[in-house]
């Protein structure tokens, strides 16, 4: 049996990836700095873990995969690379896993970890036992990865450092595409010729799924038809906003009682163009109905029953901090959201404003990176029109050195009659406290480490 070590095993993404090895037969060991809870659980599993990188840590493996953040000169890669191990990016060894499924890869700005979920939990559901690999932690099912019996393999491709690049995909998913992650794409030509680079990773006979309503998304379009690749577009109501061969389009979308939406869906594909699907969804906002809408698309591109898809959707009740309902305490709602983009936090507070209408929403944001939160600083400066009211913390600088920028100068641009800059963590929960009340919806915005304001939160009202 071979051993594989993970250096950053903490993160979503290794984390799946040293899941799936597990359950495939692998001995599997990790290391990284903190524990974070995706490490906790495959400490459940039996993996084990070290907390810190130390050269011994890699003794004995026969395999060694990094994250993206680990650098070259981490002590662990260092002692592998004199001990002739072999050290692979995420990007060098996704592809082998996939070289003999049917490979089904989610990209784009948004949506992802929540498009590449439903199709998972959609063909779970179905009893065909895919393998998937999902940023996140799927609700249902409590796991961020498995490796399936079945042919199928969903991976959610994420564009960071090009990862996608190194996959095997039959069907692509873009669910849109906008400028982000400017410390790897200086300029959004960069990251377009990126995507362009992921379209061009499909065989001859491979299908691209895009959101008909992105434009970003559409314009890959042209690329794939000079390459004769099968094409299908969704979108919400109104006229498709292109000339697809394929389409995929939701109509008459209304709020139900379960806190999502329901919407009906027609289609030209197979066997579903003479019939109405409809469909009912517990997680909220129209974004949600568009990843539903990718969802059926893959299903349809692989010639299944459409209701039964359906019917799935309706179990899905999301992934873990993505509108994550945290509890409540005292009448206050607590939800933690990954959003870190301008479009993501508009997309999540539209949803929180039509599931909790009568609500004063609280919207908590932690920016994520100096170069994000410079490079879109107008965009930010907008996204905040659906909360009441605006609390900001300092950056989460993640990979980056500390700078001399502070969000507090998107604060003061913002237009919003209720926002303020609030600085550590610490002072945006006392904030919170002394000012909630009962009926309020907090929202933690934050791919960092702001949702331990939520659990400190709960624990304190």
């Known amino acids: 049996m071979k051993r594989i070590h993970f250096?950053?095993?903490?993160?979503?993404?290794?984390?799946?990836?040293?899941?799936?090895?597990?359950?495939?037969g692998y001995e599997v060991t990790g290391s990284d700095r903190t524990l974070s809870q995706f490490a906790v659980d495959?400490?459940?599993?039996?993996?084990?873990?070290?907390?810190?990188?130390?050269?011994?840590?890699?003794?004995?493996?026969?395999?060694?995969?990094?994250?993206?953040?680990?650098?070259?000169?981490?002590?662990?890669?260092?002692?592998?690379?004199?001990?002739?191990i072999p050290v692979y990016k995420r990007s060098d060894f996704l592809g082998q896993l996939m070289s003999d499924k049917t490979g089904i890869a989610v990209a784009g700005t948004h949506g992802k970890t929540t498009t590449t979920a439903m199709i998972a939990w959609a063909l779970y559901a179905m009893k065909r036992d895919p393998s998937f690999i999902v940023g996140g932690t799927l609700n249902n099912l409590k796991v961020n990865a498995h490796a399936g019996k079945g042919e199928l393999f969903v991976i959610e491709a994420d564009e960071y450092d090009r990862m996608f690049l190194g996959l095997k995909p039959r069907i692509e998913v873009v669910t849109n595409l906008e400028h982000d992650h400017p410390d790897i794409y200086p300029k959004f030509e960069d990251m377009y010729a990126a995507f362009q680079s992921f379209v061009d990773l499909l065989p001859p006979d491979g299908t691209l799924i895009v959101c008909a309503e992105d434009e970003g998304a559409v314009t890959l379009l042209t690329h794939a038809r000079r390459k004769g690749l099968n094409i299908v577009s969704y979108s919400v109501q109104g006229e498709m906003t292109i000339n697809s061969p394929q389409w995929m389009q939701a109509r008459t979308i209304k709020p139900n009682d379960r806190g999502g939406l329901d919407f009906s869906v027609m289609t030209n594909m197979?066997?579903?163009?003479?019939?109405?699907?409809?469909?009912?969804?517990?997680?909220?906002?129209?974004?949600?109905?568009?990843n539903a809408l990718a969802t059926l698309s893959v299903a349809a591109t692989l010639g299944l029953s459409l209701q039964e898809v359906a019917d799935a959707l309706s179990q899905f009740t999301g992934t873990g901090r993505r509108f994550e309902i945290r509890g409540e305490r005292n009448g206050v709602v607590v939800i933690d959201d990954y959003a870190h983009h301008p479009t993501e936090i508009l997309a999540t507070l539209a949803g929180a404003k039509m599931r909790y209408p009568n609500s004063r929403i609280w919207a908590v944001w932690q920016p994520h990176t100096y170069s994000r939160t410079q490079t879109l600083f107008y965009e930010f400066s907008r996204a905040f029109t659906d909360a009441n009211e605006v609390l900001v913390t300092e950056i989460y600088a993640s990979r980056e050195a500390k700078q001399g920028f502070s969000s507090a100068e998107v604060v003061s641009a913002m237009p919003h009659p209720s926002a303020r800059y609030t600085g550590s963590l610490e002072d945006t929960k006392k904030y919170l406290l002394e000012h909630v009340h009962s009926g309020d919806v907090v929202i933690v915005l934050s791919a960092g480490d702001a949702d331990q304001i939520s659990s400190e939160l709960l624990q304190e009202l």
């Open 7 to 24: 250096i950053g095993i903490g993160g979503s993404g290794l984390s799946a990836i040293a899941r799936l090895l597990k359950e495939s």
């Open 42 to 84: 495959l400490q459940n599993e039996g993996i084990v873990i070290y907390i810190g990188h130390h050269p011994r840590n890699v003794g004995g493996a026969d395999l060694v995969i990094r994250s993206s953040a680990i650098a070259d000169d981490n002590p662990e890669v260092d002692a592998a690379k004199r001990a002739g």
């Open 270 to 290: 197979g066997a579903a163009s003479s019939q109405v699907i409809n469909v009912s969804l517990q997680v909220p906002g129209e974004h949600n109905v568009r």
